[in-house]
T-cell receptor
Framework: GESVGLHLPTLSVQEGDNSIINCAYS??????FIWYKQESGKGPQFIID?????DKRQGQRVTVLLNKTVKHLSLQIAATQPGDSAVYFC??????????FGGGTRVLVKP | DSGVTQTPKHLITATGQRVTLRCSPR?????VYWYQQSLDQGLQFLIQ???????AKGNILERFSAQQFPDLHSELNLSSLELGDSALYFC????????????FGSGTRLTVV
């Protein structure tokens, strides 16, 4: 469901390592999923999306994995860079309905 | 530039006052969404408009209201402001109401003193 005032969990990762951010969704009717990146003081920016007829989609240094059986979504970032430090939000959507955002995960990249 | 324009970028006002935040959606988008984000927290959905009509309502206080005009720009009105209303307010737009992502603006930072 919608985020409800939770403080953000944080993932600390060494520069150059791979990052994995996990997200659970609750609506079994959701058929579209998206990851956003939000840098400090800025609006969320689209990273990658996936539809329910796929279980994996790759972009530039990012991969999204979808497991509909357990309603789980993950974002993998390869060779994490300092510019990847941000808050990452997942969102899911059932056809005709609005996006439902997860609570967000803060990624901190250590040099 | 995402194509979604929000003004003003920053706003400082006193408790009890009323402010209006403005959003111009990306060209061609008919849906507008408003979100509130308090410090270090997630995105709280407030309200959605589609082609001038209210489509969905979230955790929006009665002191808050919004509308979407014929030219598709939207305004979020916040009245009787309280200290706790200090937050980032984001507008997002999308083409329609079926599946697809939203494009976010850069937000309005509201500070109530």
């Amino acid at each position: 469901g919608e985020s409800v005032g939770l403080h953000l969990p944080t993932l600390s990762v060494q520069e150059g390592d791979n990052s994995i951010i996990n997200c659970a969704y609750s609506n079994s009717a959701s058929d579209y999923f998206i990851w956003y990146k939000q840098e400090s003081g800025k609006g969320p920016q689209f990273i990658i999306d996936i539809r329910s007829n796929m279980d994996k989609r790759q972009g530039q240094r990012v991969t999204v994995l979808l497991n509909k059986t357990v309603k789980h979504l993950s974002l993998q970032i390869a060779a994490t860079q300092p510019g990847d430090s941000a808050v990452y939000f997942c969102a899911d959507q059932a056809a005709g309905n609005k996006l439902t955002f997860g609570g967000g995960t803060r990624v901190l990249v250590k040099p | 530039d995402s194509g979604v324009t929000q003004t003003p970028k920053h706003l400082i006002t006193a408790t009890g006052q009323r402010v209006t935040l403005r959003c111009s959606p990306r060209s061609g988008d008919l849906s507008v969404y408003w979100y509130q984000q308090s410090l270090d927290q997630g995105l709280q959905f407030l309200i959605q408009y589609y082609n001038g009509e209210e489509r969905a309502k979230g955790n929006i206080l009665e002191r808050f209201s919004a509308q979407q005009f014929p030219d598709l720009h939207s305004e979020l009105n916040l009245s009787s402001l309280e200290l706790g209303d200090s937050a980032l307010y984001f507008c997002a737009s999308s083409l329609g109401t079926s599946s697809g992502g939203y494009t976010f603006g850069s937000g309005t930072r509201l500070t109530v003193v």
